[in-house]
């Protein structure tokens, strides 16, 4: 019996009171799944960073083609109406119908106001501000738009990189928890025990906190 | 007119608490329709000639872009003629579709015109008439985004006095309410002061300077020059130097332009040079993009074409009502901040910008620098 109890006695005295050993329990436990969640976190952050760098990617292309559409249509639109001018001065008929007809509608309407205008005030070239018809500027301001969204989404995926990596920060620094939590039975003296359940319950909180605030 | 469609944006989903891309959640709710008449030159009228204009189709594309809105305008292309400004006022008013006005230029179109608009129930927002006159509440509907007269002129003579060291100021004027009205300002905020000026007045377009030059006598040192017209001020500096006379000379708002350029010259203006702002450094490359070039003055009818589609949208929001009364009654509501003059707009009673304020800038080798 004495054999029996010696163990026990000894148990008892190397590993304290019992809540001592609960606490270490939970507190592992505790450390275990944070660390899984925060890791998972990291994870998805991660992920939906990547979708935002690839979509800001995406409108940087759909940005660049609009400008370059822009650009493209308002050269092109000059030139033919530098064309058509030199057709009706020179009375060649056929040929102004002929790059008349070479023109998108947008171009046709923006070159019908600007007749309509009087010749007193008439602007040197249909392609100016006070021409309704004009379209160039809405289609410059889209693609400005495109490119703001492009940038909005760069900053949202570098917000949710920087949070990823914040969680990946506390997940390892739960390995402390964990360290401190595992060497709680090796220690005999209490005080000992009662430090390293303290660390890590410190470091747990201190984890949860920042997985809340990095959420 | 008003609600063309409601539409309820999908909220974007939701990362762990922050929000996606504004544009990707943004809520598109309602399309606004209606016109807007913007009575400022576009052809042929010189210096100036269509940079408001430009400002004004910038703000207004930029403004349907942003809002999903489906404003358009109407140009009207008046410059200075009060003749040609109640001519169109005119035809802008039997326009149904019309609710609201950016313009007129200047004050004097704006005493012509204001009671047509007055008594067709429209607003009219002026990005650059000053005078003082006109917010003495006998026009109802005309606000302006800019400092009044009564506010640049003793400024302009604050400056003169403080800074310029005057022993006798030459006040050159033109006869027109702008002109006039900034001059007597000047030349009041001076007497005050108790320094000495003398006043002559020239007339628009004027070619020969000589009896100005003449004036310039060593006791005159400061030369006011609060013209109407830019390429005046420059002639009349351009004579000066002719002429071997160099006092210090100052503009009023009208000459911050491009085509004023007399080195060293002071101007006044409501409006800061917004290429100069981190903030409105975006929409210059956005005008840079559409005009190519870019000039400072004209900035105002940016924010005048905003202040009426803000209007316009607060009414179409509110009821679907974007009439000219209701565009009347949410004007005085307006309230944004401003990336191109750099502050809050808002009206008082007057209606008034709240909190207006004159900024004296230098010609210098790289454009205008702020000098006060």
Known sequence: ???????????????GPRWLSISSVAILGIAAVLAGVTAWKSAVMQGHAVENLTLSTKATTDANALTQAAERSMTSERQLFIDFRSALDSNNKNRSVMIYGMMNPNTRAAIGWWREQPETSRPTSPFVSANPSWDAPGVIIDAKAALDRSDEYLQLAEFQLGRAHSLEFLAALLTIAFLASGLTPLFESLRSRISLISVSTAVVIACLIGTAVFW | MGVVAVVAGACGSSVG????????????????????????PYGRFGATDSVQMNWARVSLDKFNQDHNTLFTFEPSNVDFDPEAGVSEAQRIVTNPNVIGVVGPKTSVVTKAVGPIFDAAGLVYVSPSATNATLTDGKLKGFYRVVASDSLQGPRMA??????????TVLVVENDEPYSKGLADSIVETLTAEGVPSQRITVSLEQKSYQ???AQVTDSVNVVAMPLLIATDAQRLANQLRA????????GGDSLFVGAFSAPGAYVSTYAPDASKLSEGREIINLYQSIFGTFEAYGGPAFVAMQVVLTAALTACQANGDVSRSAVTKALPGVRFESRILDSSVAFDERHELKGAVVHIYQVGPRGFELAD
């Open chain 2, 158 to 167: 604050q400056f003169i006095e403080e800074e310029l060291k005057p022993k």
């Open chain 2, 243 to 250: 002429g071997g006379k160099y006092p210090a000379l100052i």
């Open chain 2, 17 to 40: 608490g922050e929000q996606q891309a504004s544009s990707a959640t943004a809520f598109k709710s309602i399309n606004c329709d209606g016109t807007v008449a913007v009575m400022l």
């Open chain 1, 1 to 15: 019996m004495t054999g029996a109890h010696a163990p026990s006695h000894g148990h008892s005295e190397m590993h």
């Open chain 2, 211 to 213: 009896d100005v030059v």
